[in-house]
């Protein structure tokens, strides 16, 4: 199975702060790596798809990059609304896999 | 506005049988592949079962594999999850996911919880 490992954990972070969450796919998953947000008592919301594509309706100040095992994403300035917790998930081959999980609260 | 909605949860006892519903609006259900997820409680998310379009492809979790079986009506919009041989660590929140191909979940609907506990 395919592990991915989301770092860091949790992070805190004030409102205009640039975030970065980083996840790491223990073998190559080309860019079969998606990025969800979910926040607390709701279901997650597909917010990167394909390690880089926006998914519709999501602001801009979202971002994803990387390929094969390292992939990263971004929050440009940090909204209230963003406080959350973010999960990548490897879309390559099954069993699908999800990281741990990255929580964002404020500081 | 695409719209899945998770039903049939509830608390029942270790060794027993449960099946969950999704019923989906708001798009062609038969073009899209579907999947199963779950959240135990404080938990990450994990990923239980997939079928394909017209269910020519199946695939499931070791964790669930036969205990648990999905399956889809075309015809009523519906997503099915057979769950049997429950036990304590199955407790957790089921959510169906919708995608447009494996490894994509696009939209998810709220879940429904289910508690194994004697």
């Known amino acids: 199975d395919i592990q991915m490992t989301q770092s860091p954990s949790s992070l805190s972070a004030s409102v205009g702060d640039r975030v970065t969450i980083t996840c790491r796919a223990s073998q190559s998953i080309s860019t079969y790596l998606n990025w969800y947000q979910q926040k607390p008592g709701k279901a997650p919301k597909r917010l990167i798809y394909?390690?880089?594509s926006l998914q519709s309706g999501v602001p801009s100040r979202f971002s994803g990059s990387g390929s094969g095992t390292d992939f990263a994403l971004t929050i440009s300035s940090l909204q209230p609304e963003d406080f959350a917790t973010y999960y990548c998930q490897q879309g390559y081959i099954t069993p699908l896999t999800f990281g741990g999980g990255t929580k964002v609260e404020i500081k | 506005e695409v719209q899945l909605a998770e039903s049939g949860g509830g608390v029942i006892q270790p060794g027993g049988s449960l099946r969950l519903s999704c019923a989906a609006s708001g798009f062609t259900f038969r073009n899209y592949v579907l999947n199963w997820v779950r959240q135990a409680p404080g938990k990450g998310l994990e990923w239980l079962a997939y079928?394909?379009?017209?269910?020519?492809?199946?695939y499931y979790a070791d964790s669930v594999k036969g205990r648990f079986t999905i399956s889809r009506d075309d015809a009523e919009n519906s997503l099915y999850l057979q769950l049997n041989s429950l036990r304590a660590e199955d407790t957790a929140v089921y959510y169906c996911?919708?995608?447009?191909?494996?490894?994509?979940?696009?939209?998810w609907g709220q879940g429904t919880l289910v508690t194994v506990s004697s």
């Open positions: 394909g390690a880089s």
């Open positions: 996911a919708r995608g447009v191909g494996l490894g994509d979940f696009d939209y």
């Open positions: 079928v394909g379009i017209s269910s020519r492809s199946i």
